[in-house]
């Protein structure tokens, strides 16, 4: 109401004559802009041969003189201004100082999307701090990662074949078969793959709620699994797989200890009851008279002027209580409600992460001596009435190291 939509601002850099960016348009230094005014902030960057570029988030501060004096005509400026994003503010004076010296392994500067993004969610200029050079924060944590390995399938407590690494495949793929059933088994980080073939002529069952997952410190779990047939894939299966004679199906079964359930916080929002919220503006302005200064008699007399102001500014903060008692009302039109995005499952075999501590030396010992005991899981199968317990046995062998984060060099 009082300034417009704009206000200047002015930027000065020591060494002077440096290369000065707002807002993606470029200046020489010193240098006075006519920016739009508004409370998001803006980029200035400055840079110049021999010096490193530095940069500073600006944005305005408030003009408290004229927010009185903005008040002041039934405190309809105010309202308007807050509406406009147009508060009664001004751009500071911006001086920005260049390092001497270049250096080409010093990190480069954020994005300005990067810098403002930081400003406006958590007020931080993420041009001020330390540029450290790119080689103290070379990558040097590591995790070693562990496979999971079919060693052995035991028949009511007996090894009855030895398992084998199916040729042409991956080295996580194995098989195995007896006079019954063959199996393609396939673990991998969170679950494990089996495919079962019934070889006899008649039809055998897999018993869920018998089967189990043996972990680590030989505790017996519940084993979840999902089962894939042809046209159809079971978010909830049965408690038993039945397999025809001479037919197959495919299997997937993971610990239920490691699997939790994965939701989001959804926002909706009643548009009647907004709608309702915002006419309560209108209604609270004139139970109170907020814009006829409480419905005095001219101002006439000794210190008409002192009246009239007071009367505005009562006014004004009249008009705030109803502009927020609509705000509050509004908050409650909203409906929060948790919708399921499914399952989230865990690895079954567990990482080793290096410590920035350790040595490399160190670190390869401690991998080697946290290789993963066995694991198995046990499928009671039923063939002709007689349950048979199949159980597969696996262990995770240590196979690489993946770089993960970054440590200090020094």
């Given at each position: 109401?009082?300034?417009?939509?704009?206000?200047?601002?002015?930027v000065?850099?020591?060494?002077?004559?440096?290369?000065?960016?707002?807002?993606?348009?470029?200046?020489?230094?010193?240098?006075?802009?006519?920016?739009?005014?508004?409370?998001?902030?803006?980029?200035?960057?400055?840079?110049?041969?021999?010096?490193?570029?530095?940069?500073?988030?600006?944005?305005?501060?408030?003009?408290?003189?004229?927010?009185?004096?903005?008040?002041?005509?039934?405190?309809?400026?105010?309202?308007?201004?807050?509406?406009?994003?147009?508060?009664?503010?001004?751009?500071?004076?911006?001086h920005?100082?260049?390092?001497?010296?270049?250096?080409?392994?010093?990190?480069?500067?954020?994005?300005?999307?990067?810098?403002?993004?930081?400003?406006?969610?958590?007020?931080?200029?993420r041009?001020?701090?330390?540029?450290?050079?790119?080689?103290?924060?070379?990558?040097?944590?590591?995790?070693?990662?562990?496979?999971?390995?079919?060693?052995?399938?035991?028949?009511?407590?007996?090894?009855?074949?030895?398992?084998?690494?199916?040729e042409?495949?991956?080295?996580?793929?194995?098989?195995f078969?007896?006079?019954?059933?063959?199996?393609d088994?396939?673990?991998?980080?969170?679950?494990?793959?089996?495919?079962?073939?019934?070889?006899?002529?008649?039809?055998?069952?897999?018993?869920?709620?018998?089967?189990?997952?043996?972990?680590?410190?030989?505790?017996?779990?519940?084993?979840g699994?999902?089962?894939?047939?042809?046209g159809?894939?079971?978010?909830?299966?049965?408690?038993?797989?039945?397999?025809?004679?001479?037919?197959?199906?495919?299997?997937?079964?993971?610990?239920?200890?490691?699997?939790?359930?994965?939701?989001?916080?959804?926002?909706?929002?009643?548009?009647?009851?907004?709608?309702?919220?915002?006419?309560?503006?209108?209604?609270?302005?004139?139970?109170?008279?907020?814009?006829?200064?409480?419905?005095?008699?001219?101002?006439?007399?000794?210190?008409?002027?002192?009246?009239?102001?007071?009367?505005?500014?009562?006014?004004?903060?009249?008009?705030?209580?109803?502009?927020?008692?609509?705000?509050?009302?509004?908050?409650?039109?909203?409906?929060?409600?948790?919708?399921?995005?499914?399952?989230?499952?865990?690895?079954?075999?567990?990482?080793?992460?290096?410590k920035?501590?350790?040595?490399?030396?160190e670190?390869?010992?401690?991998?080697?001596?946290?290789?993963?005991?066995?694991?198995?899981?046990?499928?009671?199968?039923?063939?002709?009435?007689t349950?048979?317990?199949?159980?597969?046995?696996?262990?995770?062998?240590?196979?690489?190291?993946?770089?993960?984060?970054?440590c200090?060099?020094?």
């Amino acid at each position: 109401m009082l300034q417009g939509r704009t206000s200047r601002l002015s930027v000065a850099t020591t060494p002077p004559d440096a290369r000065v960016t707002i807002a993606g348009t470029d200046y020489t230094a010193p240098v006075s802009v006519e920016l739009p005014r508004n409370e998001h902030g803006v980029v200035v960057r400055a840079s110049k041969d021999g010096y490193q570029q530095a940069c500073q988030v600006v944005d305005v501060e408030t003009s408290r003189g004229l927010v009185v004096l903005d008040s002041i005509p039934l405190a309809l400026g105010v309202v308007v201004d807050r509406l406009a994003g147009t508060w009664p503010s001004h751009y500071p004076e911006v001086h920005i100082a260049l390092p001497p010296g270049v250096d080409e392994d010093l990190k480069p500067l954020p994005t300005d999307a990067e810098l403002l993004t930081a400003w406006r969610t958590f007020r931080a200029d993420r041009c001020v701090g330390q540029r450290m050079p790119l080689a103290d924060a070379r990558f040097e944590k590591w995790v070693a990662q562990y496979r999971p390995a079919l060693t052995s399938i035991h028949v009511q407590g007996k090894t009855v074949a030895t398992v084998a690494r199916m040729e042409g495949k991956p080295d996580n793929h194995f098989v195995f078969h007896d006079d019954v059933l063959s199996m393609d088994v396939v673990p991998d980080d969170v679950a494990i793959r089996v495919s079962m073939q019934n070889h006899i002529n008649r039809s055998i069952k897999v018993r869920w709620d018998d089967a189990v997952f043996v972990d680590f410190d030989h505790t017996s779990n519940a084993l979840g699994h999902r089962d894939k047939t042809e046209g159809s894939d079971s978010g909830n299966p049965h408690s038993v797989s039945v397999i025809a004679s001479r037919t197959s199906i495919d299997l997937t079964v993971f610990p239920v200890s490691r699997a939790f359930p994965v939701s989001r916080a959804v926002r909706t929002t009643d548009q009647a009851c907004t709608q309702r919220c915002q006419q309560t503006v209108y209604e609270c302005m004139a139970a109170f008279n907020c814009s006829g200064y409480r419905s005095r008699a001219p101002y006439t007399g000794q210190g008409w002027l002192l009246f009239a102001i007071a009367d505005g500014i009562d006014a004004g903060l009249c008009e705030r209580r109803c502009l927020d008692q609509a705000q509050a009302c509004v908050g409650s039109c909203t409906r929060v409600s948790q919708q399921s995005e499914g399952w989230q499952q865990l690895p079954i075999v567990p990482s080793l992460l290096r410590k920035c501590s350790q040595s490399e030396a160190e670190f390869e010992q401690a991998a080697e001596a946290a290789e993963p005991e066995t694991y198995a899981v046990l499928l009671p199968v039923e063939v002709d009435g007689t349950v048979r317990e199949y159980t597969l046995n696996f262990e995770g062998e240590l196979f690489q190291y993946l770089l993960q984060a970054g440590c200090p060099s020094r």
